[in-house]
């Protein structure tokens, strides 16, 4: 076997290879398009609701009872402390139970039609059908929970998916998968496809896909969005560099541990994490000596330890990237309180920069690294200019015992959500997740992915005509 005919999965921590995966040629993916296709078409075939129910509910069945195997393998491959691991194993088993739920709101409704004269003598309703094969192409930082949030919709929906996981981290996807089939789901309803660059864009662009559903970076998603075929749907997850608001009436003892775990988890690697943080200069100081206290005190190291609160970054180019982006920063002016060193060549200390400059990297990209960014203001209204001056656009945050200030604050960030003393990584699997501007495209969250999965077709009888039922 070549060497570009196979997939070699390390682990960040330490770069030993957990396991060596075949690429499937696209001859292979193509058969996985046909088998996708051919159940969606075959309507005699699809699975009714109940069915769906089952198959789902003996999945999270399954995921509860290996919540410390998938922990284990997250904290692996992906590199995210085994605490923090272990959330994700959990909240997946919520994802696919909500999936299973939000089945019985797959439904249409009635349509009045005697509004006019020309509607009377006839009855409409709606119903909800599955959009059709659905290709999904998904990110590193959430190996399990990612894909649970992009298959469980199409299972519930009763839509065929065939899902490409990101190469860094495909173990836990195809361990997922493979307990979705041992729950009862025909294998051409989800299937994965583990391949190249070039594949991966011949399976997102091909006619035959009716949504495409991609967790990734905005350069990539966007592009692939410009090649899809005409008529496919789609929805795009990419990141953000989220701002913070700290006012001078918020409560420290709170905010710092909160910011603290919103900038630092995953290392960073998460597209809400806190990044740019706009605090009153009547309490940075004590603000900068407290968050820089704290954050001295995270444990970073191997992911599978207990005690590990930071571990690394997925691949050392991106701590290349990381430490050349902080260098930029300090050369410009800012100051260290916490941090700025290379620990090896895959873990980054956690970073504290005071006052990047305004058009350095740091302070106009997402950085993607454990590193947060403070900057002083003394007009609130040239704090939330600065904060929504960025083409990126996902959550954001605000700290204030104020509650007025709280709302109008909320209301002029522009983001697709804004957290009121909670940090802006902050999130539920129900809850609408979107980006907007150049950060996304559509809306994320299992039962607002459900909605995207599916199409309304509308049902009109003339109640005037000779209509009998045939036994």
């Known amino acids: 076997m070549t060497e570009a005919s196979q997939l070699t999965v390390e682990q960040p921590y330490d770069g030993a290879i957990i396991d060596e995966l075949p690429y499937s040629e696209w001859s292979e993916v193509d058969a996985m398009l046909a088998r996708a296709t051919a159940a969606f078409e075959n309507r005699d075939g699809w699975l009714p609701a109940y069915r769906r129910i089952e198959v789902l509910r003996r999945l999270a069945t399954l995921l509860r009872d290996r919540t410390e195997d998938f922990a284990i393998l997250i904290a692996r491959e992906g590199g995210k402390p085994l605490t923090d691991a272990r959330i994700e194993a959990e909240r997946a088993v919520n994802g696919v139970e909500l999936a299973a739920e939000g089945i019985a709101d797959l439904h249409g409704q009635e349509i009045p039609m005697d509004l006019t004269e020309a509607g009377a003598s006839r009855l409409a309703f709606t119903r909800k059908e599955p959009i059709g094969p659905v290709v999904a192409v998904s990110a590193f930082n959430h190996p399990l929970n990612l894909i649970v949030h992009q298959v469980a919709p199409a299972i519930a929906t009763g839509c065929p998916v065939i899902v490409k996981p990101a ?53 990539v998603g966007w592009y692939l969005r410009s090649k899809l075929a005409p008529g496919t749907r789609c929805a795009l997850e990419h990141g953000g560099a989220a701002p913070v608001l700290v006012c001078d009436d918020a409560d420290l003892n709170q905010t710092i541990p909160s910011l603290v775990k919103g900038g630092y988890y995953h290392a960073g690697q998460v597209c809400v994490s806190v990044q740019r943080i706009f605090v ?69 200390d956690p970073t504290i920069l005071l006052e990047p400059p305004a058009d350095a990297n740091i302070s106009t990209l997402e950085v993607f690294g454990p590193v947060c960014c403070i900057y002083g203001f003394d007009d609130v209204a040239d704090a939330v200019a600065r904060a929504n001056g960025l083409p990126l656009a996902f959550q954001a945050a605000v700290y204030t015992k104020n509650l007025d200030r709280a709302f109008d604050l909320s209301n002029r960030l522009e983001a697709g959500a804004v957290m009121v003393n909670e940090h802006s990584a902050f999130r539920v699997d129900w809850m609408p ?39």
């Open 167 to 219: 190469d860094t981290t495909p173990l836990s996807c195809l361990k997922f998968v493979d307990l979705l089939h041992q729950a009862g789901l025909p294998e051409a309803w989800c299937q994965v496809c583990v391949c190249d660059i070039p594949t991966a864009e011949r399976l997102v662009t091909d006619p035959r896909v009716a949504f495409f559903s991609f967790i990734g970076s905005s350069r």
């Open 433 to 471: 997740f979107a980006g907007r501007r150049s950060s996304g495209y559509g809306v994320g969250g299992i039962h607002h992915t459900m909605t995207d999965m599916t199409q309304e077709k509308m049902i009109v009888i003339n109640t005037s005509a000779n209509l009998n039922a045939q036994c």
């Open 280 to 348: 009153d200069n009547r309490i940075r100081d004590e603000f900068c000596n407290a968050f820089a206290d704290k954050v001295g005190q995270l444990v970073t190291g191997d992911p599978t330890a207990a005690e590990t609160d930071v571990g690394p970054l997925i691949l050392p180019r991106e701590v290349d990237r990381v430490a050349n982006w902080v260098d930029e920063a300090v050369s410009g002016g800012a100051q260290i309180l916490a941090g700025g060193t290379r620990l090896t060549e895959r873990v980054y």
